[in-house]
């Protein structure tokens, strides 16, 4: 049923009655319209009996209430073959295969001839035909429904009766399709069934024959079979051709190489799909790198590729018709290696506990993990993008202000730590900037300063000059009223002035403590603010501090 509900169209259920019953020996299934109907408004011929099915299809309404077809397969289980894989063993009957025959039948291929001591009639003694019977004829092309008496049995028991439609013929390379019609007339197995010879096993036509072989399996009815049944007036699939294209295979990095997922197409081309063409293009060029061929798996992994280069891909089905359409391109997808990590989530998990302080969310693995595959950026840039987000860089940033703008050092490590810890837990800002103030580092350092000696120190740290007269005047008045040392700290070093001349020294102490658990030495902090101030990206920087044998140890 599931094969031809993507084969023939209706708008009205078909609706089946099916039996498992004792049947005559040799005898594996029969299967036939459980009504026959004419001339309804609308038929497109007078006189003429239609399948049921095809009647309601073509009228787009249910015109009997009489189950569609009606069909009956043999109860010996021995004899049947269950499976769907068309592997069906020595000595067994493929049932998919006889019930998608049968109910052919029930469809409407099926005549209405008999034939009874020589004499053959059409109709069912009606004396209107079949639809089937209007495209049948002899080898002289003479219609069988222009026939009666002797002469209709002679024909129908000749060896040489004709299926002849338009559509049938197209299916057929222009012929007309021969029908089975021994010199012994076989009731039920005459007429209504493909010659045997002419469709052996394996024709692809073989289905409508009116044997099937042990161990035989068809899946499909064939061109000539399909063109037939559009000639009887239903909707069918296409002729047997090229697959669809599939959807866009997934890619998914990895290091040097990508590995790519798909799935076999919507429309195969009513073949078996038994390989694909894959397709590798480098960003946006318009002609492929390389073409590969594959079997009928449907994943293949690609090696020999240049991490951070971005490709696309696309994949294309094969069958015996030949190389089907091709897939939409993949998204973008770059090769990457997050050494030392095993895998590009085990990577944005440690820089979110480095830099951040806890676990990223399922969004940010995601996120991350999406920005490297696509090729967006390095494990380095995802690296220096972790720690300038939220959570990280506002959070030890503005704590690394603070120590240059009271003490003109890098921070030590402890020191750093824990003060960045008890930002994170909610201490302002103001009062870390007070604890400062009044520690005895800046005591031992400066002196008991009075407002406007504090003023001016301030200026001297944070701006590298003396304070102007105004300013001078402007801040000690506001100390003076009660404004606290560590509010005006913090209004300095945060300052957009100020942010600005100390980014690449708060970048880099910020990516030291994040990858190395330590704040940089002084030589080490000399060389990279120089190269961050000529340019150079932090997340250049990252990567080559994750290079180092420091940093795989520490994460080891």
């Known amino acids: 049923m599931d094969i031809w509900s993507t084969l023939v169209t209706s708008s009205v259920p078909i609706r089946v009655d099916a039996r498992w019953t004792a049947l005559g020996p040799g ?13 309804w408004t609308g038929a497109p011929r007078p006189s003429t009996w239609y399948a049921q099915a095809l009647a309601n299809a073509i009228a787009g309404t249910d015109l009997s209430a009489q189950p569609d077809i009606v069909a009956a397969f043999s109860n010996d289980s021995t004899l049947w073959y269950l499976g769907t894989d068309g592997a069906t063993p020595s000595g067994k009957y493929d049932l998919t295969s006889v019930v998608l025959h049968e109910l052919a039948h029930g469809l409407g291929f099926a005549g209405s001839a008999e034939v009874t001591s020589g004499s053959g009639r059409l109709g069912y003694g009606s004396g209107f035909p079949t639809a089937f019977d209007r495209f049948t004829g002899t080898g002289a092309s003479t219609r069988l429904t222009a026939i009666t008496g002797t002469a209709l049995g002679a024909a129908l ?31 039920g197995t005459s007429y209504s069934h493909w010659d045997e010879a002419a469709f052996p096993p394996g024709n692809p ?95 293949l992994r690609v090696g020999g590729l240049v991490n951070g280069r971005i490709y696309r891909f696309t994949v294309a089905a094969v069958n015996a018709s030949g190389v089907g359409a091709e897939s939409v391109r993949s998204p973008n997808v770059a090769p990457f290696d997050p050494a030392p990590f095993a895998t590009a989530d085990a990577l944005v998990t440690r820089q979110y506990l480095d830099f951040v302080g806890r676990s990223p969310t399922a969004a940010e693995v995601s996120l991350w993990r999406t920005f490297l595959s696509s ?44 003060w960045v810890g008890r930002y994170r837990s909610g201490t302002t800002l103001t009062k870390i900037s007070s604890s400062f103030a009044g520690s005895a580092e800046f005591r031992t350092r400066y002196g ?30 506001k100390l003076d009223a009660g404004l606290s040392r560590g509010t005006m700290m913090v209004g300095f ?20 403590l994040g990858m190395l658990g ?19 990206t932090l997340g250049r920087i990252a990567t080559e501090v994750m290079a180092t044998t420091e940093y795989a140890a520490r994460v080891a």
């Open 448 to 477: 008991s300063l009075t407002n406007g000696q504090f003023v001016t120190r301030v200026y001297q740290n944070v701006f590298g000059r003396n304070p102007d007269p105004g300013g001078l005047a402007y801040w000690v008045g």
């Open 157 to 187: 028991t000749s060896g040489n009766v004709w299926f002849d439609g338009v559509q049938e013929r197209a299916g057929l390379g222009g012929n007309r399709a021969p029908l089975y019609a021994p010199s012994s007339w076989m009731q």
């Open 518 to 536: 330590r704040t940089p030495a002084q030589s080490e902090l000399d060389a990279t603010v120089a190269r961050l101030d000529a340019g150079t």
């Open 27 to 39: 005898q594996l299934g029969g299967a036939g319209a459980g009504d026959m109907i004419r001339d």
């Open 493 to 512: 070093s945060e300052s957009a002035e100020y942010r600005s001349m100390l980014a690449s020294e708060a970048d880099t102490v910020m990516l030291w």
């Open 205 to 299: 036509n073989s289905l409508m024959t009116p044997y099937i072989a042990d161990g035989e399996s068809i899946f499909d009815p064939g061109d000539a079979m399909l063109g037939a049944l559009r000639d009887l007036g239903w909707a069918t699939a296409g002729p047997m051709s090229v697959a669809g294209a599939p959807a866009a295979p997934v890619a998914t990095s990895r290091p040097a190489g990508v590995d790519l997922a798909w799935r076999v197409p919507a429309d195969t081309g009513r073949q078996t799909v038994t390989g694909y063409r894959i397709r590798r293009y480098v960003g946006s060029a318009a002609t492929p790198e390389a073409t590969v061929d594959t079997g009928p798996a449907t994943s």
């Open 375 to 418: 090729g967006a950026g390095t494990p380095g840039d995802a690296v220096a993008g972790i720690a300038r987000s939220a959570g990280s860089a506002d959070k030890v940033q503005p704590v690394v202000r603070l120590y240059w703008a009271y003490f003109l050092r890098i921070p030590d490590t402890g020191g750093l730590r824990y």
